[in-house]
């Protein structure tokens, strides 16, 4: 495995979920050179001013704030600007605001560098994800979308509560959509290897399957509980986006559930939907054909025409 030790890694957007990624970054080690950009010059610059005052206490790595033209020769440019939803906005109109945002965005990264891989964060991300492929011309697996590595983190911790256990001893999934379509794959969960139901039999606790639907159901609507607490959610989307870079940079071959436009995937194509992938150097490597149950099927191909139909009306 191939680890570059010198990566340039460009992020789009130094507000909550951008400054801390890159702090999450800055911390890891994993990037020589960071740059914040931002519409608001003045934010990126505190930002990065902010950061560069701990590097006595981490590896060395020069974070600044640039401009578009410093994404030249990045090899990884990190999406996470984009506009908040408003009271009373509907999540469509929300869509077509960011997508008119993307417009701009996309072909500013494109005239500094063909070569970078775009991990697109912004939400609705499997919409931007579609956005920035058709935007800047890049082949599909070098436009990722961060899609539901959250949510499957989100999975894998609450079961790992109810169950007493390691989270990373939790192997679970969601898949399709970033958002209310998402897919829980019950039938592949599994706990170092045992499937769920014969864990449970194990555990003696005698789950109804009504205590399944409960942990979805938190699952699922996490980000809206959380923003009602706190405004928004930015510490565990940062981890989640740092995972991806990780990946990514030390081309580990790790299989993450991003978001990337398919091509006859269980029968879906042209669309951004989140599946198993392989991730590398190289972007995504493949999707990983996983052997769903019909109803899981069913609810990802359902998930899928949810993207798509949000991608129609927002005049992609």
Request: aromatic letters at 6%; a neutral charge; proline letters at 3%.
């Amino acid at each position: 495995m191939e680890y570059k030790s010198n990566l340039k890694v460009a992020v789009i957007g130094a507000g909550q979920v951008g400054s801390t990624f890159a702090y999450a970054l800055l911390i890891r080690g994993l990037a020589s050179e960071i740059v914040l950009i931002d519409a608001n010059r003045d934010l990126a610059e505190g930002q990065a001013e902010d950061m560069s005052h701990g590097l006595p206490y981490v590896r060395p790595a020069h974070i600044y704030a640039g401009d578009y033209a410093d994404c030249r020769e990045a090899d990884i440019i990190v999406i996470t600007a984009g506009a908040a939803q408003k009271p009373g906005e509907s999540r469509l109109e929300l869509t077509r605001r960011n997508v008119e945002i993307y417009r701009q965005i996309i072909p500013a990264i494109a005239r500094y560098t063909t070569s970078a891989i775009l991990i697109i964060v912004s939400n609705p991300v499997d919409v931007l994800t579609y956005a920035a492929v058709k935007l800047s011309g890049l082949p599909s697996r070098r436009v990722i979308g961060s899609g539901t590595s959250l949510d499957s983190a989100r999975f894998r911790y609450l079961l790992s509560e109810h169950c007493g256990v390691d989270p990373r001893n939790v192997h679970a999934m969601i898949i399709g959509e970033h958002g209310d379509s998402e897919v829980p794959v019950w039938s592949l969960a599994n706990i170092s290897g045992l499937r769920m139901d014969d864990y449970c039999a194990q555990c003696g606790k005698n789950c109804p399957q009504l205590r399944k639907e409960e942990i979805f159901e938190q699952v699922r609507t996490a980000a809206y509980h959380l923003i009602e607490k706190k405004g928004a959610t930015y510490h565990a989307i940062g981890l989640a986006v740092l995972y991806i870079i990780e990946s990514i940079a030390r081309d580990q071959n790790t299989v993450l559930t991003v978001s990337s436009v398919l091509s006859e995937y269980k029968g879906i194509s042209d669309v951004a939907v989140s599946v198993p992938s392989v991730l590398n150097r190289g972007g995504i490597q493949s999707h990983i054909d996983l052997p769903l149950n019909e109803k899981e099927l069913s609810g990802l191909r359902r998930s899928a025409e949810v993207i798509r139909e949000t991608i129609r009306a927002a005049g992609l």
